[in-house]
């Protein structure tokens, strides 16, 4: 799948540097612009470089949310991702209607955060690699949508989504692995990988155990059952 290439729209400098900062931290996509208005947004939109918007809606020349009606009105193929304090039910009803892939209220996680890039690149390589679409496949793609499945079985912390990432990468990985192994084939980071890792283990999924040496700290090792 080709970088997926993202602008930052963001007033706050040191608010755009940790948003810069969580982005770069997940694989797969590049900072190509960051804008600190409504207007330099849109000129560098222009220029058709972009894929995803992380955005503000407070901005000092235009709300966000009238900059995405300006650049849905204009055509362009980009999707939002709103990181703003705002959660008053006008701008939250507007960014739904105007189909923002995402909403995260400020102060936030970078667990949210990540989770959310992850769900989007799994979006694009999808889209990008099919050619027609089953129910199941939309359902999926559309936030799973007339699934199922309760999310409110799931813990504080672990998401449907990133668990069948987790999910699919187990079932990659010649048994046993390690936690490095597991890290590097998801793109997490090792806090969040061996979250969902060790929730795999206390569903009776996996088997965790320690590989110890002579030298250095022990290797945590997963390990399939059956």
Known sequence: METIKVMIVEDDFMVARINRK???EVD?????KVALNGQDACSFLKGGLVDLIILDVYLPDISGIELIKQ???GDYPVDFILITA???HDTVANS????VFDYIIKPFEFSRFEESLLRYRKLKSTIGTSAEFDQDKLNELLAGKASKEDP???PKGISRQTLRL???????LQSPFSLDDATRRLSFSRITARRYLDYLVDQGRLIKSFEYKKIGRPTLIYSRKG
């Open 28 to 32: 797969g996509f590049e900072i190509v």
């Open 22 to 24: 969580f982005t770069e």
């Open 152 to 154: 409110s079985a799931l």
């Open 86 to 88: 705002a959660h008053d």
């Open 166 to 172: 987790v999910e699919d990468a187990v079932a990659s």
């Open 96 to 99: 739904i209607r105007f189909g």
């Open 71 to 73: 650049i849905r009105a």
